[in-house]
């Protein structure tokens, strides 16, 4: 079974400084990662994924991740935060079959400090 | 492109009645439909996947006949809360996927239900 583990429940940086928010995943094989983006009473919204291309993904917003295969990990960065990132954030794995749930983590929130 | 709305965005309804959701693909066929719920402060719980014209397929612990899921089409699905109890408040979000899409999901908007 797929499982995806967030460290920490909460990230607070100040406007400016550098986002770093850990993803681990446990997979069998290779899979398929995701980074959605979640603020307050609405949907997901899609950052960023790896599809076993470019282990260096950048996503929207000026988001980047990159998928590091002996350490199992996904995490997600942005050089200088803004306002406008504090939000929910979700790192999720599914595996490569065809309409293949989604395992998600717990979630981070990450906060920004003016 | 890859639009996904919800209706209605917010429910309020009497204990013992019962609750239609609408959650469409506006323009686009999703080969499969999924229904979350998300509890405050928590990450989303799957409910239940979805593909038109065949019966859902329930995660474990779900209870399918409190939770009905129609996928009348390829755009859209619907899931009924039956005989809602306050403990059935929450916030559902539906998501719907494209099998060349590398199995991302987009979401909707999410359902906030309040059962009083």
């Known amino acids: 079974a797929q499982s995806v583990t967030q460290l920490g429940s909460h990230v607070s940086v100040s406007e400016g400084a550098l986002v770093l928010l850990r993803c681990n995943y446990s997979?069998?094989?290779?899979?398929?990662l995701f980074w959605y983006v979640q603020y307050p009473n609405q949907g997901l919204q899609l950052l960023l994924k790896y599809t076993s291309a470019a282990t260096l993904v950048k996503g929207i917003n000026g988001f980047e991740a990159e998928f590091k295969k002996s350490e199992t990990s996904f995490h997600l960065t942005k050089p200088s935060a803004h306002m406008s990132d504090a939000a929910e954030y979700f790192c999720a794995v599914s595996d490569t079959g065809a309409n293949s749930k989604l395992t998600f983590g717990k979630g981070i929130t990450l906060s920004v400090r003016p | 492109g890859a639009v996904v709305s919800q209706h209605p965005s917010w429910v309020i309804c009497k204990s013992g009645t019962s609750v239609k959701i609408e959650c469409r693909s506006l323009?686009?066929?999703?080969?499969?439909m999924f229904w979350y719920r998300q509890f405050p402060k928590q990450s989303l719980m799957l409910m239940a996947t979805?593909?038109?014209?065949?019966?859902?397929?329930?995660e474990q612990g779900v209870e399918k006949d409190k939770f009905l899921i129609n996928h009348a089409s390829l755009t859209l699905s619907t899931l009924t809360v039956t005989s809602a109890h306050p403990e059935d408040s929450s916030f559902y979000i539906c998501?719907?996927?494209?099998?060349?899409?590398?199995?991302?999901?987009?979401f909707g908007p999410g359902t906030r239900l309040t059962v009083l």
């Open positions: 979805s593909n038109e014209g065949s019966k859902a397929t329930y």
């Open positions: 997979s069998s094989v290779p899979p398929y």
């Open positions: 323009d686009f066929q999703a080969t499969t």
């Open positions: 998501s719907a996927g494209l099998a060349s899409s590398y199995n991302e999901q987009f």
